[in-house]
């Protein structure tokens, strides 16, 4: 089976249908790590446009926060202004939608998560000794996570936890040969690396070959909706940055 593995869309419509039409044809089923929404304009089109697909979702934290599930007095002001809005924008059903989100799934050789293994929610893998601790935190050779907005692969080297990063190589195939690795496949909508381009990524399950991929979108389409919607500037202006 072929999946379309995203994470992390963040409300942004513009950058998922952009990849929608980008991957067209070549996937079966969606599995999706994670924080349909918050930051961006395009909350419940974006939950909606997800479930005309058929997919697989986790809950992220955001998704959690846009439920009133976390304290958000942690968020930083734009972070928390955007939950705000959220909460106040989305529809009930599909606030249903996200309410009934699992936080870990376990399909065949794959783990999914938004975060971590260890901490589904919550956790940032952002080193290879991050990633080293949460080896025995899954059972399965892969596990795919989201949360950070960074495409890596992390590849268990040894068998006393040495970890190794990779970064993507983009549009390159990358064979899941019986190693362990956690594998981020980066962020649709609200890229972290200095790369303002959507990222996604591509499973085959029958031959164990999985691609990074990388589009660009058109980045004021959705800087036009979010300033109409009076959210954050500063949420606007760091998508054309990728931080
Ligand atoms: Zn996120």
Redesign the pocket.
Known sequence: MRILIIS?I?ANLTAFQTILDHAKGQWDYVWCLG?VV?YGPDPNECVELLQTMPHLCLA???DWAALGRLDIRTFNPDARRAVEWTMETLKPENIAFLEALPVTFVIGEYTLVHASPREPVWEYILEPLVAALNFPHFETPYCFV??T?QPVIYELISDNGDTRAREPRYGEPHALNGQRQIINPG?IG?PRDQNPNAAYGMLDTESGIFEHRRIPYDIPDVQKRMRAAGLPERLATRLEHGW
Do not use: I, P, T, V
């Open positions: 992390d963040h924080d918050g992220g934290n955001h989201g949360h907005h962020s609200q």
